[in-house]
């Protein structure tokens, strides 16, 4: 994506941002998980490479962790890279590839004097060294910072976080570290990649396709969901107040009926 066009998109969204009433502290969720979907189509719709799409999604990403941030959100949890993306052309997966080492290299100073703490949900293992080195280095510098957590899935399948997660458990019974009778929710939720942060209130899909993609399965049980119309570069500031305001309208049971 060229310089000029990434100044127009910049423009664009400036315009979209409005006025809009931002719920109340105790009606906002603390922790969002985002499946940003929609970067190809958005540039298959302006005759531009999947990768230009991409690359437009960093900038929604980039106003979007500032919004949370702002609004004092606990836990941010994209999906970056699933575990089945690396089926995608070799070409596409190249420029993510790329794309990654881009803006860990642009962005973590910013990201680290925000207070912003990296965790990367998924296994490194596959990623090209020049990758996981950015990565591994990402977390390394932000670990002790307080404030957003940013979460980001990558080489992520939320089935293959539960089989690891009951690996790991099967392996403390086997060694006498704990027994069977003391397998429950809480020592699943301690095994997971997410261990220690709240589970997910609010995940937001992007592009209308109505899935979970295999993300955060465990961590969704009781989330509510908004399936956004809009490709995520798209998404922003003022659709992401609007989709807050649209969970606080929600009854949050969690399988209990309401009292009146």
Request: hydrophobic fraction near 40%; charged fraction near 30%.
């Amino acid at each position: 994506m060229t310089n000029d066009a990434i100044k127009i998109l910049r423009f664009l969204r400036k315009k979209e941002k409005g006025a809009m009433e931002i719920p109340p502290l105790e009606k906002r969720p603390r922790h969002i998980a985002f499946i940003m979907d929609g970067n190809g189509r958005w540039a298959q719709r302006r005759s531009l490479p999947r990768s230009a799409g991409h690359a437009a999604g960093t900038e929604a990403l980039r106003e979007i962790i500032k919004a949370c941030d702002e609004l004092k959100i606990e836990v941010m949890s994209i999906y970056a890279f699933s575990t089945e993306n690396w089926n995608r052309p070799i070409e596409e997966v190249n420029a993510l590839m790329k794309l990654i080492t881009k803006y860990f290299v642009s962005e973590i100073d910013e990201l680290h004097e925000k207070g912003v703490r990296i965790k990367i949900l998924g296994e490194l293992e596959r990623f090209p060294e020049e990758q996981k080195s950015a990565l591994e280095k990402a977390m390394a510098k932000t670990r002790f910072n307080k404030g957003l957590k940013l979460n980001i899935a990558l080489n992520y399948g939320g089935r293959a976080e539960i089989v690891r997660a009951a690996k790991a458990i099967s392996e403390k019974c086997r060694s006498g570290e704990m027994t069977p009778d003391q397998i429950d929710y809480d020592a699943l939720s301690n095994e997971m990649y997410t261990a220690g942060d709240p589970d997910v209130d609010l995940l937001i899909r992007t592009s209308g396709d109505m899935r979970l993609s295999n993300f955060l399965l465990w961590q969704t049980w009781y989330a509510e969901i908004i399936f956004n119309p809009l490709c995520w570069p798209d998404y922003n500031r003022a659709a992401l107040i609007k989709d807050l305001n649209e969970y606080a309208s929600r009854d949050r049971r969690f399988g209990r009926v309401k009292v009146k």
